[in-house]
């Protein structure tokens, strides 16, 4: 019968108490349903307050001159 590293039980104990808070850890107050607006805009810097990167990382040019431009969305309503 093998034996179970105590380090990695703490370990693996740590990883799934993380994981778990880290989903279950929401508002009551949370307003999240189908009737949400967003505003999308496509950037190279963030636009300012409230606004988050959501991916679609585009890049135009090539080498040293490349410009990348991000996705960016605010939630409008």
Not at 7 to 21: M, V
Not at 43 to 64: C, H, T
């Amino acid at each position: 019968m093998k034996n179970i590293d105590i380090k990695s039980l703490i370990i693996g104990g740590l990883l799934t108490s993380t994981i778990f808070l880290g989903v279950a850890a929401t508002s009551p107050t949370d307003k999240w349903d189908d009737n949400q607006k967003w505003s999308v805009q496509e950037a190279q810097f963030n636009p300012g307050a409230g606004w988050e990167p959501i991916g679609g990382v585009r890049v135009s040019g090539s080498g040293v001159l490349a410009s990348a431009k991000v996705l960016y969305r605010k939630r409008v309503k």
